[in-house]
Every structure is written in C-alpha cells, then in structure tokens.
T-cell receptor
Framework: NAGVTQTPKFRILKIGQSMTLQCTQD?????MYWYRQDPGMGLKLIYY???????DKGEVPNGYNVSRSTTEDFPLRLELAAPSQTSVYFC????????????????FGSGTQLSVL | TQLLEQSPQFLSIQEGENLTVYCNSS?????LQWYRQEPGEGPVLLVT?????EVKKLKRLTFQFGDARKDSSLHITAAQTGDTGLYLC????????????FGTGTKLQVIP
C-alpha cells in the first residue's frame, strides 16, 4: 500500500535555484495539501487542492506554486529558492465529503528535507 | 488566524510514568485531531474528537475535548519507549479540512 509518496527525500539547493517537489497518492483522494514544518512551529499550510484543476493558497504561499492536473499528482514548485525556504515539506491527502466528516483524516507522505544555502 | 498552543513543548520521562499534553486555543473548533510523528516520517492520525466533553481511549492513551471545544488533552498512562515522538494537535474549523490549524507540537522522549 503506497499511500502518499513524496520525492526526493532530501535536497540541497543554492540560493536562486528552482526545483519541484513531487507528490502522488493512490487512494483516489480528492483533497491534497502541501505543508511545511519548521522546528517548534507545527505545520503551516502552503497550498491545497480540492480536486483536479483547482488549487488555492494556504497560510504561507509566497515563493511557491502548485498545479493539480490529475487526481493523483500535486507537485510543489519552488522558484528562486531562498534560505527562508529551508524546511521539511509534507504532502498530504484526504477524502473529503461534506457529511459526515467525523472520520476524515489526513494521510501524510514521509517528507522532503530541503536546505537552501 | 486560529492558533493552537501545545504544552509542554518538550517532555522527557521514565518508562512507566504518566503524562498529560495540553492543546489550547481561544478559538472554537468543530473537531480536533491528535497525530503522532516519528523522526523522518509524516504525522499519523491517532484520534478525532468532535463533541464538547468527549473522551476517547486508545489503549493507554486518553483524549479529551474541552466542553467549549477550544482545548484538548492527551493523557498517556504507563508510558513506553514506543510512545516516543512528536505529538501534534490539529483543529478543524467549519470550512473543511483546508482550514485545519496545527498546534506547535510536544516532543516526548520516554527513557527506558
């Protein structure tokens, strides 16, 4: 059972470089998310998508872009990497239905540790 | 922006001891979840509570949602080394799961 798969696991970038973090899920979930995790700060939502072709900004979207061309894939693009983007990035997915919601949960990938030097 | 403060931030205890982790906010949440995260992995859901005053038990873990749905606690009885990890609470507003707010996290170390 693959679940949510993220690649790469680790990456070092130089300031100004760009890269794409890949995320794919095989659970046919409609909602997908990108979070970043910094020490002592919990998880901050970068972007989310409620279905193929639909994306929206989260709490900290600046410096990032996303696309959702298929239900399975939700890549995160970093343009002009900056040291402030050094973090651990998590992709997540969930099956959202309006009602009932009590059993809804987020499934997370294993993360991408990114350093921008 | 809704904020969820967790306390304590760090906790190191001996195996067999009991502990409580708190998750507090000034905002009301429609539901609250607890996740555990191990090093190098993503968070994994432990429980969801949705009703004010609700108590759920998962083996040695007891979760409680505050009456006003603004806070929650996680109590672990007779901690084991396998309980070591980062515990995150996450509150959902009425706007669906894109509106989930994660707490600041409690890092638990259980020493044998």
């Amino acid at each position: 059972n693959a679940g949510v798969t993220q690649t790469p696991k680790f990456r070092i970038l130089k300031i100004g470089q760009s890269m794409t973090l890949q995320c794919t899920q095989d659970m046919n979930h409609n909602y997908m998310y990108w979070y970043r995790q910094d020490p002592g700060m919990g998880l901050k939502l970068i972007y989310y998508s409620v279905g193929a072709g639909i994306t929206d900004k989260g709490e900290v979207p600046n410096g990032y872009n996303v696309s959702r061309s298929t239900t399975e894939d939700f890549p995160l693009r970093l343009e002009l990497a900056a040291p402030s983007q050094t973090s651990v990035y998590f992709c997540a997915s969930s099956y959202h239905r309006d009602s009932p919601r009590t059993n809804e949960k987020l499934f997370f990938g294993s993360g991408t540790q990114l350093s921008v030097l | 922006t809704q904020l969820l403060e967790q306390s304590p931030q760090f906790l190191s205890i001996q195996e067999g001891e009991n502990l409580t982790v708190y998750c507090n906010s000034s905002s009301v949440f429609s539901s609250l979840q607890w996740y555990r995260q191990e090093p190098g992995e993503g968070p994994v859901l432990l429980v969801t509570v949705v009703t004010g005053g609700e108590v759920k038990k998962l083996k040695r873990l007891t979760f409680q949602f505050g009456d006003a749905r603004k806070d929650s606690s996680l109590h672990i009885t007779a901690a084991q080394t396998g309980d070591t990890g980062l515990y995150l609470c996450a509150g959902a507003g009425s706007g669906g799961y894109q509106k989930v707010t994660f707490g600041t996290g409690t890092k638990l170390q259980v020493i044998p």
